[in-house]
């Protein structure tokens, strides 16, 4: 089964997520973007699938935020 990432990059001065090579959604902070794409992956989690949420660090490397089955839920709104 592959592998769902969604990757929370840098757009100008503000976040974006990347999945599939789109962007979606504008979000002001990085943690904003960061819960979003925690509730999409934990959605698709849930429906089988392995997810996982990646951060776009000061270096501009991706590192591993949030990984479905391993990490704990996202928080409730």
């Known amino acids: 089964?592959?592998?769902?990432?969604?990757?929370?990059?840098?757009?100008?001065?503000?976040?974006?997520?990347?999945?599939d090579k789109q962007n979606y959604g504008t979000f002001k902070t990085q943690q904003e973007a960061v819960n979003h794409a925690i509730k999409t992956a934990h959605r698709v989690g849930e429906k089988g699938h392995n997810a996982q949420v990646m951060i776009q660090g000061i270096d501009n490397r991706l590192h591993v935020e949030w990984v479905y089955g391993k990490s704990p839920d996202p928080p409730l709104d």
Request: glycine share 6%; net charge positive.
């Open 1 to 19: 089964m592959a592998l769902a990432t969604y990757a929370v990059v840098r757009a100008g001065d503000k976040w974006t997520i990347k999945y």
